[in-house]
């Protein structure tokens, strides 16, 4: 299994992490970055699962004040090696975050790098997805991963004819989330990853997400998680 997203150094222990995720399976996984400035290196981890990495300014830590120095950093963490994508980006509509002009304008300009540099993004859009979609159509960018997609069903289609992947996390364990669960089943095979998001959703639980999401579609967890470990390296490249 890939785990398609992770944010490993804000788990406890992150060696423990990555030998539990190890444990169940898990062969490889993203670990996404929320502010370039400040994002830690990863201690020394397990030989497995593979980690991948990705930078971006998560719109929870776009800044008026500092967007030129963030955009900097970003810009020399992408060197990094072992990067493999831009992200998070995107936009959070929800209460107490960043105004909305400062959140559009940080998307905006990393779209635009992530195409510059080839690279796929991750975007994280909460309550602000037509408008996120329609960020991602104006620019360059054609590749990318809707993390924690929450549905709604009717935003598959166009993800998917921008080129995006459609990556189901821990929310899908919840009974009440009508809209993603109702969701899911309608997701192409060959658009569909999973994630723990960890730590919202400890690593080794990425099996409990392929289960829901294999009886959601009708189909066995094995597949489920050999199409997501496909789709995973497709769009990460790796
Ligand atoms: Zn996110």
């Given at each position: 299994m890939i785990d398609a997203l992770v944010h490993l150094e804000r788990c406890d222990d992150p060696t423990r992490a990555a030998e539990q995720a190890a444990r169940v399976g898990v062969s490889a996984m993203l670990c996404a970055g929320v502010d370039p400035r400040t994002d830690r290196p990863l201690p020394p981890l397990p030989a497995s699962p593979e980690v991948h990495r990705a930078f971006g300014i998560h719109p929870e830590a776009a800044s008026e004040r500092d967007l030129a120095e963030q955009l900097a950093a970003l810009a020399r963490r992408l060197?990094?090696?072992?990067?493999?994508a831009l992200g998070e980006c995107g936009l959070d509509a929800r209460e107490?975050?960043?105004p909305k002009e400062i959140q559009v304008r940080a998307l905006t300009v990393q779209l635009a790098l992530a195409a510059e540099r080839g690279l796929p993004v991750i975007l994280h859009l909460v309550r602000a997805h037509a408008r996120g979609l329609a960020l991602v159509e104006e620019s360059q960018v054609r590749a990318g991963v809707w993390h924690g997609f929450a549905g709604p069903r009717e935003a598959i289609a166009p993800a998917v004819r921008l080129g995006l992947f459609l990556s189901v996390g821990?929310?899908?364990?919840?009974?009440?989330?009508k809209r993603l669960r109702e969701a899911v089943p309608h997701i192409p095979a060959d658009r569909l990853l999973v994630e723990t998001d960890a730590p919202e959703l400890p690593p080794e639980r990425l099996v409990d997400v392929v289960a829901e999401v294999a009886r959601l579609r009708g189909e066995q967890p094995i597949d489920v998680a050999r199409r997501a470990e496909d789709n995973a390296r497709a769009v990460y490249r790796r």
């Open positions: 060197d990094e090696p072992g990067v493999v107490g975050m960043p821990g929310l899908v364990l919840n009974q009440r989330a």
